[in-house]
């Protein structure tokens, strides 16, 4: 049973414009929510986490909004650059151990 | 610093064979661990250990198994290999503080005919 979901394969985005890239997770016990960037070829590297005492965390043009109630979180990416395209996996993390999501592939077009 | 280094990148195997994964990291970070991705299944994880001599397993650990001697390598070990375990490997590792912001090495990927 996947604890976290991200039910997007994929997005495409213009430049200069916003991607938002979700995440559902099932587990109430997750106390830690975080999103990774990968390129091809290269291993995941972290981007922006976010406690789950908190709703919103922003750090530059990356903006990471959690809603609790709803077992959602969102990553926003303000503006997008063509830089941005990688694959975009949410993670969640309970006891030492993280669950990842699928990856959304974010595609940021000129 | 070099970070986490994996050894081989690629590497194709034989159903039965053994081999070891290698993993090192020089940050002095007591948390390490073992992913597998796969398409459309994300990272997955298979063992983790939150210091030297201690070892836990994660969501798929069987068919492989681990241990860590030294703060510094955290080998990752195929006894008989399956064409199952056909993926790419990440190791990583993290302070204990922050466990979660996990540094990632470049991959290993692995195939078994």
Redesign the interface.
């Known amino acids: 049973d996947q604890q976290?979901k991200?039910n997007s394969?994929s997005l495409s985005v213009q430049e200069g414009r916003i991607s938002i890239l979700n995440c559902d997770y099932t587990n109430s016990m997750f106390d830690?929510f975080?999103w990774y960037k990968k390129y091809p070829?290269?291993?995941?590297?972290?981007l922006i986490?976010i406690s789950s005492i908190k709703d919103k965390n922003e750090d530059g043009r990356f903006t990471v909004f959690l809603n609790k109630s709803a077992k959602h979180l969102s990553l926003h990416i303000v503006p997008s650059q063509p830089g941005d395209s990688a694959v975009y996996?949410c993670?969640a993390?309970v006891g030492?151990?993280?669950?990842?999501?699928?990856?959304t592939e974010l595609s940021v077009k000129p | 610093n070099a970070g986490?280094t994996q050894t081989p990148k690629f590497q194709v195997l034989k159903t039965g064979q053994s081999m070891t994964l290698q993993c090192a990291q020089d940050m002095n970070h007591e948390?390490m661990?073992w992913?597998r991705q796969d398409p459309?299944?994300?990272?997955?994880?298979i063992h983790?250990s939150?210091g030297a001599g201690i070892t836990?397993q994660?969501?798929v650990p069987n068919g492989y198994n681990v241990s860590r001697s030294t703060t510094e390598d955290f080998p990752l070990r195929l006894l008989s290999a399956a064409p199952s375990q056909t993926s790419v490997y990440?190791c990583?590792s993290s302070s204990s503080g922050r466990?979660?912001?996990?540094?990632?090495?470049?991959?290993t990927r692995l195939t078994v005919l």
């Open positions: 976290v991200q394969p830690y975080l070829a290269e291993g995941p590297t972290f986490s996996f993670a993390s030492g151990k993280l669950i990842f999501g699928q990856g | 986490v948390y661990s992913y459309g299944m994300g990272l997955r994880l983790y939150v836990d994660g969501e990440f990583a466990y979660n912001e996990q540094f990632f090495g470049p991959g």
